[in-house]
């Protein structure tokens, strides 16, 4: 069974619709594949109280210049403000970090830290703003830095207070992990949160996603069971369909746009030690309950609150900076853990558990902000598993394996969180790098030789 396309990206996240959008502007015919039944991955949406609301990434950084060169392609979308605004409680009281008055509010975050962590943390934060490259895993002054500091974990290049106090709300958020489970040489990333400030689509990442794939060539609800591969080079794949019919796809070359696990299970019969460095990536499962109130839970100097290690909701915050009346509540790091293998289960989060951890996470919330069980008006949960990516340390360590030639696949390229780090804007970057390995393979390079038609309009690294 032949296919139109000569290109696969599989996985219907971020990374792989961006893949397949840099590949057709290199008029390189390709075709998305996801297993689910809808597309997003880890920036899916759903309703709540009559309107679209995302579920996952929804934070533009203004450093984001990838993604906003490609929503202005495919606009115009709207963006508006949201800023950082961060809290969290020290001696009882609610101290801010908030990016309209970031140097005031830094320092008051950081007051009674110990002073050799914040000068180490100004030092780190100070690579990141002198090279863009550090935003990134494998930046230049991060890998050099884990080539000597990443065998112990980052708790152990800060004091416990400051892991608790400051450490700890990045690593949650972005990782879904604590202190303990992430690496100095890694924190680059981290960083580059830190330092930016965001804005968020108007409308949504439903409609951002809906005019991306638009035109797309998109096989939904389709599982990839195996790579074909023969003579060396990719020939297509096996996929299995939502009714259980098995076919093999022809394809030139495939871009696995999916979790680091996923893409070491299809890629273990073909390279071992490849899967093997891929399955030391760990991803770490994110709870996220969204509920829409009556009235405000939040105000506009306070619109977010983040919790410490002995609580399993990690941070709470309002939706928009216009709507307060809306709150988000993500469980993620270690004790929510406990919490999300009590829930779990094939069908996702029913009515009735999702509003039981909204009861959990309110009553949480309820110490510092007056938020009552009268004053909702619906509620949504949603379980991300394979959630948030931790990454693994030594991360040069796998960038040297996947440019190898000795661990290569002619045809096969990656895309990911897991590569250039877990942003949106990380995932873009990832996904222009594996369509720069395709543009530039060989036989792609014989066949625009043989068309004498060049590779037009492609967004290069």
């Not at 112990?152 to 202190?179: H, I, K, T, Y």
């Not at 890629?267 to 990536?281: K, N």
């Amino acid at each position: 069974m032949t296919t139109t396309a000569a290109c696969a990206v599989v996985g219907g996240g971020i990374s792989g619709i961006a893949a397949v959008h840099y590949l057709r502007n290199a008029g390189i015919p390709a075709e998305l594949i996801e297993r689910q039944a809808t597309l997003g991955g880890r920036i899916s949406s759903t309703t709540l109280d009559g309107c679209r609301i995302d579920l996952g990434g929804k934070n533009i950084g203004r450093h984001y210049e990838r993604f906003r060169a490609l929503a202005s392609e495919l606009g115009p979308f709207a963006f508006e403000p949201f800023g950082i605004n961060t809290s969290r409680v020290r001696n009882g009281r609610i101290v801010t970090l908030d990016s309209t008055r970031r140097l005031g509010s830094t320092f008051a975050y950081l007051r009674g830290c110990p002073l050799p962590d914040a000068l180490h943390l100004g030092g780190l934060c100070l690579r990141v703003w002198l090279d863009a490259r550090n935003r990134f895993l494998d930046g230049p002054s991060f890998a050099r830095l884990a080539r000597h500091s990443d065998d112990p974990p980052l708790d152990q290049q800060f004091s416990p207070a400051f892991c608790r106090a400051v450490v700890r709300a990045m690593s949650v958020r972005m990782n879904g992990a604590e202190p303990d489970e992430i690496h100095l040489g890694n924190f680059g990333t981290h960083l580059g949160m830190w330092l930016d400030t965001y804005d968020q689509l108007r409308d949504g990442m439903s409609a951002f996603v809906g005019a991306a794939t638009a035109s797309m060539q998109v096989r939904c609800g389709a599982r990839v069971e195996r790579i074909v591969v023969r003579n060396g080079r990719v020939r297509g794949l096996l996929v299995r369909d939502a009714a259980g019919r098995s076919c093999e796809l022809e394809y030139d070359h495939v871009v696995l746009a999916t979790p680091a696990g996923v893409s070491a299970d299809l890629l273990r019969e073909h390279d071992a030690v490849l899967a093997a460095a891929l399955d030391g990536i760990r991803y770490f499962p994110v709870l996220v309950v969204v509920a829409a109130y009556h009235r405000p839970i939040f105000s506009a100097q306070v619109r977010g609150l983040s919790f410490g290690p002995d609580q399993a909701l990690s941070n709470a915050g309002a939706y928009g900076a216009d709507r307060l009346d809306m709150v988000r509540y993500t469980f993620s790091g270690r004790k929510a853990r406990e919490l999300i293998e009590r829930v779990r289960h094939a069908d996702g989060v029913d009515n009735a558990q999702a509003e039981a951890l909204l009861d959990l996470a309110e009553a949480t919330l309820r110490q510092y902000m007056p938020v009552q069980r009268s004053d909702r008006r619906d509620v949504v949960a949603h379980l991300f598993d394979p959630g948030l990516c931790a990454y693994a340390p030594h991360h040069y360590r796998l960038r040297a394996l996947l440019n190898d030639d000795r661990h290569a696949i002619d045809g096969l390229s990656f895309a990911g969180d897991y590569l250039r780090g877990a942003s949106i804007e990380a995932c873009l970057f990832s996904a222009q790098e594996a369509v720069s390995r395709v543009v530039q393979s060989p036989l792609e390079r014989r066949r625009r030789r043989s068309s004498g038609v060049g590779y037009s309009g492609y967004a290069s690294t």
